[in-house]
């Protein structure tokens, strides 16, 4: 068995190959420096001692890694937090992204039928996630991976340990996969391919489901898919249970029935005592989240189940669990038509 050690030194030797930079002097004038100082170096001491990285390998690629103003600009405004429902939903719930969503089931209906059969995540679910994420492929993202989790794991404070960690997990991603760290493109946060896993998901649900040896969510839909599938079913996914269920309210309660946050903290009977009223059977035990959207036609008042939980890890938002729901159900209907 290679050791960790050994391990590094072979992705280090073919990196730097790949990079046009083997044998090079380390520190050159011809470096640009971008990521340097303490935070680094004590970074790259952990990864060198609890992973056998080559310090040098490391710092070759730190030094090959910018720090983009442009990413900590996006990550402070996204979508989720700065639109309401009526203005979110037409982005993503829309006649192109429909049609071209059946076109990409058609293509690879074979994938998401083993997929649902394997892991019992429906097949215009999955086809929904990877429209939402990248557009069936067409958006994966410009920014390189080492730049997006270099800048937001050193310089966001926010969420530091969050991206440092997963910077952490792209190396050894990279490692692993022996791919070049420098050369992935990706979100301004780091994810990755058709799905838009981040590198710690990738590490631990991405599947080789086309079994060619590797596993390729850029360019390959079918491990896309499986993918997935996987990260789903690991969350929890129940197969053939419902996702939302529309709600009236009345009375003077039901406000104390919303969710704070995305955590279920009642059952659908305590729900009920506060005034919510399911347009369909509900078992009084079932944990649900409740949520208000200001919709098109005024406010919309859903009560989110386990499954609709299980979309929210995906993506820690309300408001992009429903475009994934709702982008499913239209893509489901829209195959059955054709």
């Known amino acids: 068995m290679t050791s960790l050690i050994e391990r590094g030194q072979l992705w280090s030797s073919r990196v730097l190959r790949g990079l046009g930079l083997a044998g090079a002097l380390l520190g050159s004038a011809s470096a640009v420096a971008a990521y340097q100082g303490e935070a680094v170096d004590v970074f790259i001491d952990e990864m060198t001692r609890e992973h056998g990285f080559a310090p040098e390998q490391l710092r070759q690629v730190f030094d090959q890694a910018e720090r983009k103003q442009a990413i900590l600009d996006a990550i402070s405004r996204p979508a989720e937090r700065v639109k309401p429902w009526k203005e979110y939903r037409p982005i993503f719930i829309t006649d192109s992204r429909i049609a071209q969503g059946v076109d990409f089931w058609r293509q690879h209906e074979a994938a998401l039928a083993r997929a649902e059969a394997e892991y019992g995540v429906p097949a215009q679910v999955i086809v929904a996630i990877i429209g939402v994420e990248t557009f069936y492929g067409r958006n994966t993202g410009s920014h390189r991976v080492i730049d997006a989790l270099s800048t937001l794991g050193f310089d966001y404070p926010p969420r530091q340990p969050f991206f440092r960690n997963q910077l952490k997990e792209y190396l050894l991603l990279a490692r692993e996969e022996q791919i070049d760290p420098l050369a992935i493109k990706g979100s301004y946060a780091g994810a990755m391919g058709l799905p838009q896993f981040m590198p710690g998901s990738f590490r631990a649900y991405a599947v080789d489901f086309d079994g060619d040896g590797r596993i390729d969510i ?18 929890g996914w129940s197969q053939g249970q419902p996702v939302v269920a529309r709600a009236e309210v009345r009375g003077k309660r039901f406000e104390e029935g919303l969710t704070q946050g995305l955590e279920s903290t009642k059952n659908a009977g305590q729900l009920r005592a506060l005034g919510w009223r399911s347009r369909q059977p509900l078992a009084e035990e079932t944990a649900v989240t409740a949520f208000r959207l200001e919709g098109a036609e005024g406010d919309e008042y859903w009560i989110g189940l386990p499954n609709f939980y299980v979309i929210t890890r995906y993506n820690r938002s309300v408001m992009y669990a429903m475009a994934v729901h709702q982008l499913a159900e239209q893509l489901a209907a829209a195959r059955g038509k054709s």
């Open 218 to 235: 850029w360019n390959n839909p079918v491990d896309a898919i499986g993918s997935v599938a996987s990260y789903f079913k690991a969350h």
